[in-house]
């Protein structure tokens, strides 16, 4: 018997909190303290925190709520929320219907092919996500490949428009983050049980009932894990928009960017930040609470 | 004899060009227990999954219940079965298991409830109805397993290593259960299993296989006592051969010249030319052990060797002994008397001993 020191045991458990403590609870502070700022025209451009009276003696609290005022009742934050909300709502459904088949097909494909077909999904990856996003304009574009190929069929005598428009959007969303869906999706259908579903056509369940009585139940992890990993980046994404979308394709990604850097107010910015995170987190822990009783 | 229940017709199935069952026949009939006993990779699960509908035989016909089922998907088969691993949905309770196969036949709400809740108290998991597999002791997934199989009442089970999972003294037990609930329900079982133990005390019959063919078939009595061949005899139990020359074959009996003696054996019901190659089989314990010199009286067969060791198994004792042509003949013999009985240490000179119908002449 070797047994583990509990020292070690700790120490295993104590650097995962580490990290996360140090690269997202001590930059989520700060940023919660700039939300609670005002703009100023200074280095840095926001009012501190605790305003030292002149001689000495306690210094007074210079937080405000007026960033998160402006932030609810501004009808383009919550618009562009909503908005962001509802592009990566639809784009993760699209996902989950393409990278389900694919994981399925993957997983069960001959032993010897998976490795290989594993890594055809990750290769885009081999690739600088801006190119690939910058490839797409060249796609959609009016005069690009897509319009091309469709005239040239004839299936069009119009190039359709879809730079520039919300569903330039979604495909570019789509296209980056489905490797991200297909992978966790993969890894619970490749651990699936075949017997089970022999069981369940001896009980007899044709295929398709097998398929929704045992095989989707049992990717339940996968699919709320894929759908997770995409959602909640896909939300706050601002290259695609920038790049793809149009002047009306407004995320909430894409709005804090712009007080940051067009109108150097870093406390709204943070106010909206905040309040995205609000938005994402607050439902998936009331999710998780109603998960485990 | 009735129509027979199951008849598989010159089943042949290979994989990647490995043969595994060979131009396959077998009869079930009605009611029957029958055991498919043989080492791995007899072909005898293979077998059993061609009944099941999840393999296809590459040439034959399979007929259940007089319809030809050869190329009938398993959701369509009057036949149900009980997987090694059990196969249970991990995701859903015991009650919902065993209604799945209800579930699938659109049987009514009512009737699914009272026959799931019938069919655990027959198994006796009727308190743990709402527990998930993952809850369920090796022993009580093995109960929800079967009940599951047997809610829809199939005209065929098949139960595939059922009790492999177990540790011994839950299998012996449940060995008794299943031979009783066979009996109870009437139902059909076809059962497969490398337990010979397992197949002798749960069948009606068996059939022994070795290389994708049916050695031997028959009741676990006449298995044993008389296999049909050096395989079957050594497959099924221990047994010593003695190989000789027949020198003798008449309605009185039969000779067979082996380099330790002239060993007499009864004639079978086919005549065996003399002068042929033949080998005796007796199992350890149709054999006597005398220790001494004195050659003992009234045995058909005596040979003299020397105690080579004993293994104590506490209600039995292995001895082997050697013989004159070398070889080794082992003798089982019941402790009747406290051990270690006196006069049998090792290099010991004994006598072995068996009667005229201890043993059977094998020809091949």
């Known amino acids: 018997m070797t047994g583990w020191r509990p020292g070690w045991r700790e120490a295993a458990i104590l650097l995962p909190l580490a990290w996360l403590a140090l690269f997202f609870l001590v930059p989520f502070l700060i940023v919660l303290k700039i939300s609670l700022a005002e703009p100023i025209l200074a280095q840095p451009p926001y009012s501190p925190l605790l305003v030292w009276p002149e001689g000495g003696g306690w210094p007074a609290l210079g937080a405000r709520l007026d960033n998160y005022l402006v932030v609810l009742q501004d009808d383009l934050y919550v618009r562009s929320l909503l908005n962001a909300l509802r592009i990566a709502a639809v784009s993760t459904v699209v996902m989950l219907l393409i990278a389900y088949p694919m994981a399925y097909a993957m997983a069960r494909a001959p032993k010897n092919w998976r490795p290989a077909l594993l890594l055809a999904v990750i290769l885009p990856f081999w690739t600088s996500f801006l190119i690939r996003v910058y490839a797409w304009i060249g796609i959609l574009k009016d005069e690009g490949f897509l319009n091309h190929a469709l005239m040239s069929v004839g299936l069009i005598d119009q190039p359709l428009v879809i730079m520039n428009t919300d569903w330039a959007v979604h495909i570019g969303i789509v296209y980056s983050y489905l490797p991200f869906m297909i992978l966790p999706l993969y890894a619970t259908l490749e651990r699936l049980d075949l017997t089970l579903l022999e069981a369940a056509a001896d009980l007899g369940a044709p295929p398709w009932k097998s398929f929704l009585q045992v095989t989707l139940p049992l990717s339940l992890p996968g699919i709320v894990a894929g759908s997770l990993l995409v959602f909640i980046p896909a939300v706050g994404e601002f290259v695609i928009p920038d790049l793809l979308g149009g002047s009306d394709t407004i995320m909430i990604g894409k709005t804090v960017w712009i007080e940051f850097f067009q109108n150097a107010d870093w406390p709204l910015a943070s106010a909206i930040a905040v309040t995205m995170l609000v938005v994402l987190v607050a439902p998936l822990a009331l999710l998780r609470r109603g998960l485990h009783g | 004899m009735s129509a027979p229940l199951v008849r598989l017709e010159g089943i042949d199935k290979g994989f990647g060009g490995q043969r595994v069952v060979d131009r396959l026949d077998l009869e079930i009939g009605q009611g029957e227990f029958l055991s498919l006993l043989g080492p791995s990779g007899c072909g005898k699960t293979t077998l059993l999954r061609m009944i099941a509908g999840f393999e296809t035989p590459d040439r034959g ?304």
């Open chain 2, 61 to 364: 016909r399979v007929v259940i219940d007089g319809i030809d089922m050869t190329g009938v998907p398993p959701y369509r088969r009057p036949v149900n079965m009980m997987f090694q691993s059990y196969a249970l949905f991990p995701h859903m309770t015991v009650r919902d298991n065993v209604a799945f196969g209800l579930k699938q036949d659109g049987v009514d709400r009512r009737e699914i409830e009272r026959r799931v809740r019938e069919i655990l108290d027959l198994v006796k998991m009727g308190d743990h109805a709402d527990r998930k597999p993952a809850q369920l002791s090796g022993g009580q997934r093995q109960r929800v397993a079967l009940a599951r199989a047997l809610v829809k009442r199939p005209k065929l089970l098949l139960l595939d290593e059922p009790l492999a999972a177990l540790d011994r003294r839950l299998r012996e037990h449940t060995r008794l259960e299943l031979v009783n609930l066979q009996r109870e329900l009437g139902i059909t079982f076809v059962i497969v299993t490398h337990d010979q133990e397992e197949a002798m005390s749960l069948s009606s019959r068996v059939a022994v296989m070795n290389g994708g063919r049916i050695e031997q078939l028959g009741p676990p009595a006449l298995i044993y006592e008389r296999p049909a061949s050096r395989w079957v005899a050594q497959f099924v139990g221990d047994v010593n051969l003695f190989a000789g020359r027949i020198t003798q074959c008449n309605g009185s009996g039969l000779t067979l010249d082996t380099p330790d003696a002239a060993l007499l054996a009864e004639a079978g019901a086919a005549p065996l030319a003399t002068g042929s190659d033949a080998w005796l089989a007796v199992r350890p314990e149709k054999i006597e052990l005398f220790p001494g010199t004195e050659r003992p009286d009234g045995f058909a067969n005596v040979i003299a060797g020397a105690l080579v060791d004993v293994g104590y198994l506490g209600n039995l004792s292995v001895y082997r002994v050697a013989v004159g042509s070398g070889a080794t003949v082992v003798a089982t013999l019941a402790n009747r008397r406290p051990y270690p009985a006196t006069g049998l240490d090792r290099g010991a000179p004994v006598w072995l001993a068996f009667t005229r119908d201890s043993g059977v002449v094998l020809t091949a």
